[in-house]
């Protein structure tokens, strides 16, 4: 039970799980059983009878100036640490905090729909929906949640700058509006389309801004004439 690796001897174990350690008598001789290690204890060795590695987010303790053999936790929400009171990376979604540029070895949570960061108040990975801004200022290390509907936008004012297919940039308020229906391209004029969706196309080749299904339905474009047809579905020919 709790060992890794036994040998030929089904009842003797030569390496134990993580966490468990092997049983001595008084004689200090191994019996082959693997047992619990101390709390928090993620090696011990049975030779010394000294714990190797504490598990993670545990430290050894620090008494009188010397280390000793006991492992205990790190600060609140760190990962890992060398000394019990100073963290050297916390856990996901959290950072460190910083204090006139130092370490203070503590751990804060990360800015606002932030997934990832080092340090506490400057993230390094935001959610989906939201742009990093590198730009020095009061969002620096912050996220910024895009407008509806925007492909990317701007550092500084988080207004759109360009907008997802099937929608048109209004630049003064940086937000995209719906362009017509079935129209993958359209411009300042949202009410006139520039280019249709796949198995649309304008009317005539004037261009009237409206797309319509194209007239043949194994039609895939026919962007400028919905009677003329450029290509067809892959599995129709012409």
Not at 94 to 122: A, W
Not at 191 to 219: I, L, P, Q, R, W
């Amino acid at each position: 039970e709790n060992c890794h690796e036994c040998s030929k001897k089904i009842s003797e174990c030569v390496m134990c799980k993580g966490g468990y350690g092997f049983y001595k008598d008084e004689n200090g001789i191994s019996q082959g059983q693997c047992v619990k290690c101390p709390s928090n204890c993620l090696n011990w060795d049975t030779n010394q009878n000294v714990c190797n590695h504490c598990n993670i987010g545990f430290t050894f303790d620090i008494e009188n100036g010397k280390l000793t053999n006991n492992c205990v936790s790190c600060p609140q929400d760190c990962l890992y640490c060398d000394v019990p009171s100073i963290c050297q990376r916390c856990k996901t979604g959290f950072g460190l905090v910083l204090n006139n540029e130092q370490s203070t070895g503590k751990c804060d949570k990360c800015p606002e729909h932030c997934l990832s960061c080092e340090i506490s108040n400057k993230c390094s990975k935001c959610e989906d929906g939201y742009l990093l801004s590198s730009q020095e200022g009061p969002n620096y290390g912050k996220c910024l949640e895009c407008p509806p509907n925007c492909l990317r936008c701007d550092e500084h004012t988080a207004k759109c700058i360009e907008c997802n297919i099937g929608f048109a940039l209004q630049k003064q308020e940086g937000k995209c509006v719906s362009c017509p229906e079935n129209c993958a391209l359209c411009n300042k004029d949202i009410t006139k389309c520039s280019f249709c969706d796949s198995g649309y196309g304008f009317k005539n080749e004037n261009n009237d801004g409206v797309c319509v299904a194209c007239s043949d339905e194994n039609c895939q474009s026919c962007e400028f004439n919905v009677d003329a047809c450029y290509s067809c579905n892959d599995d129709v020919c012409f």
